[in-house]
T-cell receptor, first 117, second 112 residues
């Protein structure tokens, strides 16, 4: 298994531009998570999906952020318009539902390092 | 609101030493606790997951313990090696369907 795949690995853009980050979860995993990591705030959950349906987006910082999961093997996180304070590493993670009451580990992708100038 | 604290923030030890990393959380009603390793510029690698009903988990030279009532977990690394140098993060799942709250991490350096 290739693990969670994210693209691009690095993105440099100018303020005001649209940014789209992509994620392919591990095959068979039914949960997908988007996190953001910064020096100031550490790792924060932005949104997560279960069976392609957004369950909790309370961590999405602003309306400029949106996420979609059109199918079980693909998700996007979009920032429009981007701002310098959005500069961070964005991680995607996935997990598989286990037996009742048996939690499963989250597996993380390598991240996308976003720099907004 | 769950808060997760890790102490120390940074640690440097000579190769071969046994060491303990600490993680504390404010809400003891957790579903599980997970320890991760993060190498510079890389993603997170899951090391150990302890369910709320368990007291400890072991994997090779790593042993993680959980004391829910006191809101604490420790990660014990035996016979440390330079390859163990990384940032170690603990994360707790408070049972609201997989919402992990992460600590700020302990940056470990193992020197020759």
């Amino acid at each position: 298994d290739a693990g969670v795949i994210q693209s691009p690995r690095h993105e440099v853009t100018e303020m005001g531009q649209e940014v789209t980050l992509r994620c392919k979860p591990i095959s068979g995993h039914d949960y997908l998570f988007w996190y953001r990591q910064t020096m100031m705030r550490g790792l924060e959950l932005l949104i997560y999906f279960n069976n392609n349906v957004p369950i909790d987006d309370s961590g999405m910082p602003e309306d400029r952020f949106s996420a979609k999961m059109p199918n079980a093997s693909f998700s996007t996180l979009k920032i429009q318009p981007s701002e310098p304070r959005d500069s961070a590493v964005y991680f995607c993670a996935s997990r598989r539902t286990g037996m009742p009451l048996l939690p499963y580990e989250q597996f993380f992708g390598p991240g996308t390092r976003l720099t907004v100038l | 609101k769950q808060e997760v604290t890790q102490i120390p923030a940074a640690l440097s030890v000579p190769e071969g030493e046994n060491l303990v990393l600490n993680c504390s959380f404010t809400d003891s009603a957790i579903y599980n606790l997970q320890w991760f390793r993060q190498d510079p510029g890389k993603g997170l690698t899951s090391l150990l997951l302890i369910q709320s009903s368990q007291r400890e988990q072991t994997s090779g030279r790593l042993n993680a313990s959980l004391d829910k009532s006191s809101g604490r977990s420790t990660l014990y690394i035996a016979a440390s090696q330079p390859g163990d140098s990384a940032t170690y993060l603990c994360a707790v799942d408070t049972g609201t369907a997989s919402k992990l709250t992460f600590g700020t991490g302990t940056r470990l350096q193992v020197t020759l």
